[in-house]
């Protein structure tokens, strides 16, 4: 009996330690290459001195070390970036890096030990205690790569890890075209860093040990990559009870002794554990599969908007002698994602768990243009995306596959992902452009080392393939890949290491929506009336079409310097800065509202232009939903830089009209008025008719005075649009008015407001008059946090006041009066008709004392305390 419970503590001791797994992601040393004048096995020797080697940060890149040290300014900021020198100019040796980290670690028994690089940009040699770890040079920056070190590590347990890291071999001039000369793209990297329409240059071109640095400890057999699948047959309900659904899992297991390790593979999901005796072999790695398993009752993983992301915790073990040697913790969202052509669109059309989706995506480049990744911030992009009611997310092929941790937050918010590889048409010769230095011949043939990006694909595939959030993979950005690499990725990697998500073979190909219009298939980029959302017709599963973006006074002040915050004028060369940020034109769209006084004033008309550009363009695309669409994805919705286009919040995370613009017009149950011909249409995108709907349409002048235009009930079925009735005659009547306001309302039988959605309309001219004479409010406003984390905001507005229009509520820090960042509200730039009050619930995280800011277009800037 002692003997048996010896053993018993020994298993679980061991069992506690089973997977240990930690990041070496502090202690970190670098210096120039030019400043060390050793060699790797004598920089990874403990007696080496470390003298005037300054703290590098890892993971992270050469230029976020030189910024961390104070040595390079801000290149966010103002023309910063100009003051940096450039990889191109400088030569490669200007950015190339020893990094050297010491820890303590050492292998007892039969313990494995594992160094783990998730990413490395661009080349790499590697020494551990003298000796190179490393057989050939790491090259690439999308490859994870792994090493055995057991054998390696110091006796006394003291270890010194020493790591250069070069740039590119081709680094690309900066010269101002959509990745520069387009060179870039010889080799596996991020394209966007030699510059885009949307960014200046990143200086030392992402060069570093760009992502996590891992040590993991098992026992004899090291169990990796999973693999897991769910098929979810039939068409299905997000609530009640489900039919089953099976679930297919398989990993590699790898032996690294030179004995044979028998044992039981077994796994556990659900309550369910599925077991399977398997023999390895020394030095073997072989995958294995577990029989099904059939999930009775599954509680199923849907997309944002049409039901919960459920997902299943899970467990993987290798188990010898009542030993577990190692194991591998997941999480699973049961679902199925089929796709299915649209005769009616010419388009794909999108189905999850046997339900038609009507896509409503972003378009995603990287969360930080310097690689600067942190889970918080994933998260809260993600939830921005979630708050938009959009449903998918699609990663655009010039920067990377995006990391698990980004998919994680994917897969908790219920956002779809389109993930495309690493090719654009820009750099990759879809077009003649003067700015290349390649032909398009030789482009095409990029990058250099096709069996480097072959390895890549397979690896990369297997890191995330599990994820309940990705959808599709797409071969490249507006190009495929060259044929190579598209055939094998098409008929061998894909089928092999997936085998369950379609491959577009590049982001507006004819699969995915047939282009019986002309052009690119894409776009367009620009300001647009709103009108034409509605009557032109596009691209019926449109992968890039968008908008304006420019944040709020508050975000301009993040990064333009004073002297040159200057309204831009229309038909004006914009000031330097605001160039060199890209900024778009917002043109004869401001001028309806009044010239911009100053660049405040600009902001806040700017913010006008925002919110009707957005909710109008998913209005537009959702009234013809299944007519002329099975989707839309915009261009784009975030900004890894702080650019003056293309985005819902910028850099800093802080939203602007844009967002709740969108997240209005994208509303899973929706009432709206087409510009064109004043018809109010209704759109559902749930699984069920609804009944009992009472639809109400008022109106109010510039005073506040309301005219009620008709109330009646309703109903509309599943995964449809309905046009109801016209405001023609009711607008007619109001002619003569400089402008007026239209509230559209949705009730329930409760009377509860289902559906929101506020118009301001220009008058006969064109111009908004009647706003810029409208009289100032100043509504009642009150703040409570009942429980931490979660303010809610009232505004009251007096029956006999006008509309108090357009206001924008910014949760602050009471102390230093700065925006709390980021702060979720689940409505914003709200207008409040007279004798009504609305309220917002804003969240946040931290235990800072807060304020609010509320300001509107005919309310004057107000602090209000938080009760």
């Known amino acids: 009996m002692k003997k048996f419970f010896t053993l018993l503590l020994l298993s679980f001791c061991f069992f506690a330690n089973a997977q240990q797994r930690y990041e070496l992601n502090s202690g970190w040393l670098c210096a120039n290459i030019k400043d060390v004048n050793s060699n790797g096995n004598q920089i990874s020797n403990q007696s080496f001195s470390l003298n005037n080697w300054i703290t590098a940060t890892v993971p992270g890149t050469v230029l976020t070390t030189l910024l961390n040290n104070k040595k390079i300014p801000d290149p966010f900021y103002g023309m910063n970036n100009e003051r940096i020198a450039d990889v191109y100019k400088t030569g490669n040796d200007y950015y190339t890096y020893w990094f050297v980290k010491d820890f303590d670690e050492r292998a007892v028994g039969n313990e494995q030990v594992w160094l783990q690089f998730r990413g490395i940009n661009y080349k790499a040699d590697i020494f551990l205690n003298g000796k190179k770890v490393n057989p050939n040079v790491i090259e690439g920056m999308h490859l994870r ?102 679930v297919k899992v398989s990993i590699e297991v790898e032996n690294p002794t030179n004995k044979t390790v028998a044992g039981t593979l077994q796994y556990t999901l659900a309550g369910q554990t599925i077991q399977k005796p398997v023999s390895i072999r020394a030095n073997q790695n072989i995958e294995i599969a577990f029989p099904d398993l059939t999930l009775q009752n599954p509680k199923l993983w849907w997309p944002s908007g049409y039901g919960a992301q459920f997902l299943y915790d899970a467990q993987i073990k290798f188990v010898s002698n009542a030993t577990t040697l190692d194991q591998e913790n997941l999480k699973i969202g049961v679902r199925q994602i089929d796709n299915i052509w649209n005769d009616q669109t010419k388009s794909m059309g999108v189905y999850v768990n046997g339900q038609k989706i009507f896509i409503k995506g972003g378009n995603w480049i990287i969360s930080d243009a310097m690689l600067r990744f942190t889970d918080a911030r994933y998260d809260a992009e993600v939830r921005y995306h979630k708050d938009m009611n959009l449903n998918l997310i699609r990663i655009w092929g010039g920067a990377i596959l995006e990391r698990p941790e980004f998919y994680n937050a994917c897969d908790k918010y219920g956002l779809l992902v389109f993930q495309d590889f690493w090719f654009s048409g820009d750099c990759n010769g879809r077009w003649i452009d003067p700015m290349k230095k390649d032909d398009q011949w030789t482009r095409r043939k990029y990058p250099d080392n096709h069996n480097l990006v072959l390895t890549a694909i397979e690896d ?78 596009t691209f019926p599963y449109n992968s890039e079409v968008g908008s304006v973006g420019v944040g709020d006074y508050e975000t301009l002040e993040k990064f333009i310097p004073e002297k040159n915050m200057i309204a831009p004028q229309f038909e004006e060369k914009p000031d330097s800065v605001w160039d060199y940020h890209k900024y778009i034109g917002y043109d004869e769209y401001i001028s309806p509202y009044g010239k911009a006084k100053d660049v405040k004033d600009f902001a806040m008309k700017a913010q006008l ?133 239209v509230s559209l309302r949705i009730l329930d039988e409760k009377q509860q407001i289902l559906s929101d959605n506020f118009y301001w309309l220009a008058g006969k001219d064109g111009a908004y008059k009647g706003l810029q004479k409208i009289k100032s409010v100043s509504p009642t406003i009150v703040a409570v946090e009942k429980v931490k984390g979660k303010v809610l905001v009232t505004l009251n507005n007096a029956k006999n006041n006008p509309v108090a229009f357009f206001n924008r509520i910014a949760l602050i820090d009471a102390v230093s009066g700065k925006r709390i960042l980021p702060a979720f509200y689940d409505d914003n730039y709200v207008s409040v008709p007279p004798g009504e009050s609305k309220t917002i619930t804003v969240e946040y995280t931290g235990n800072q004392k807060t304020a609010l800011e509320v300001y509107g277009w005919n309310v004057e800037r107000k602090r209000v305390e938080v009760n």
């Open 609 to 741: 232009v925002n919110y009707d550009q957005y909710r109008a363009l998913m209005e537009g695309f959702s009234s013809h939903m299944w007519e002329w669409y099975t989707g839309s994805i915009i261009w784009k919705t975030q900004n890894p830089w702080t650019a003056l286009r293309g985005q819902m919040y910028d850099y800093y995370l802080d939203p602007n009209a844009c967002l709740y613009g969108l997240r209005k017009g994208s509303e899973p149950l929706h009432v709206m008025m087409n510009p064109v011909d004043s018809m109010v249409n209704l759109v559902n995108n749930g699984f069920k008719t609804l009944n009992n709907l009472m639809i109400q349409a008022k109106a109010y002048d510039m005073d506040g005075k309301e005219y009620l235009s008709t109330q009646v009930f309703n109903s509309i079925g599943p995964s449809s649009v309905r046009k109801l009735f016209p405001l023609t005659g009711f607008l007619k009547k109001l002619d003569k008015k400089e402008g007026v306001f």
């Open 460 to 537: 990369q595939v297997k890191m995330i393939r599990n994820h309940a959030s990705l959808a599709f993979w797409c071969g490249g950005n507006e190009i495929t890949p060259p044929e190579d690499i598209l055939q094998p990725l098409k008929n061998d990697i894909l089928p092999r290491l997936d085998g369950t998500r379609i491959l577009f073979d590049f982001s507006n190909s004819d699969e995915m929506s047939y282009n019986t219009i002309g052009g690119n298939g894409d776009g367009p980029y620009g300001i647009q009336n709103p009108r034409s959302f509605w009557a032109n017709k």
């Open 145 to 246: 790569n792994q090493f055995n070190i057991t054998k390696m590590l110091s006796a006394n347990g003291k270890n010194r890890l020493a790591v250069i890291v070069h740039p590119p071999d081709v680094v690309g001039n900066p010269n101002g075209g959509q990745g520069g000369d387009g060179t870039i793209a010889k080799g596996l990297t991020t394209q966007y860093t030699a510059g885009w329409d949307w960014i200046q240059p990143i200086r030392d071109r992402n060069t570093g040990i760009w992502d996590k640095v891992t040590i993991e400890k098992t026992q004899s057999i090291n169990i990796q990559n999973p693999h897991v699948i769910t098929l979810v047959p039939g068409k299905r309900l997000a609530d009640g009870k489900q039919k089953p659904a099976t």
